[in-house]
Nanobody
Framework: QVQFVESGGGLVQPGGSLRLTCAAS????????MEWYRQAPGKQREFVAQ???????YYAGSVKGRFTISRDNAKNTLYLQMNSLKPEDTAVYYC???????WGRGTQVTVSS
């Protein structure tokens, strides 16, 4: 079964940018739907963005226009470009597929001045 490892998080000032990476242990070519989620302290995990194999994308309203999800099937990698970051974007970010499998460790994003 494929596993995912997230990376690229860090501390960034409001208005800054980060690019998250999700590396798969196997091929994602046949995975129709891949997604990013996030979980802030004391809150439930929430949907952030989705990309289909045909490159159609969908976003949560709170990130639309600021975040961009993309995938590189040749590199078995999923990306999340995050621009104009806000303090409320602070969370641990996770990637997964549909149907979902076990969650990875995620990558911490902290937006603070």
């Amino acid at each position: 079964q494929v596993q995912f490892v997230e990376s690229g998080g860090g501390l960034v000032q409001p208005g800054g940018s980060l690019r998250l990476t999700c590396a798969a242990s196997g091929s994602i070519f046949s995975i129709g739907i891949m997604e990013w989620y996030r979980q802030a302290p004391g809150k439930q995990r929430e949907f952030v963005a989705q990309i289909l194999n045909g490159d159609n994308t969908y976003y949560a309203g709170s990130v639309k226009g600021r975040f961009t999800i993309s995938r590189d099937n040749a590199k078995n990698t999923l990306y999340l470009q995050m621009n104009s970051l806000k303090p409320e974007d602070t969370a641990v970010y996770y990637c997964n597929k549909r149907p979902q499998i076990s969650w990875g460790r995620g990558t911490q994003v902290t937006v603070s001045s």
